[in-house]
């Protein structure tokens, strides 16, 4: 049991750590690309937005890579 408690927390810090990763250049780049509205956006709506990118990098990054506005 404890095992799988620790794999789990294993799996969970390899997704924030990936979407982190990802975050980042996605804040600083590509957000404006998706959001037209975003652009122009200062650092403190940029940081506010952080914690949800990294939550939902997996479809963030499929709409930057498609280009889906």
Known sequence: ???AAEW??????LYAALGLAF???????????IDPDAKGAGAGFRFIIL?????LWPALLLRW???SS
Request: proline letters at 7%; a positive charge; zero cysteines.
């Open 8 to 13: 789990f927390v294993r799996l969970l810090t």
């Open 51 to 55: 914690p949800g990118v990294v939550a």
């Open 23 to 33: 975050g980042i250049p996605f804040v600083t780049a590509g957000v404006q690309r």
């Open 65 to 67: 890579l498609g280009g």
């Open 1 to 3: 049991m404890i095992a």
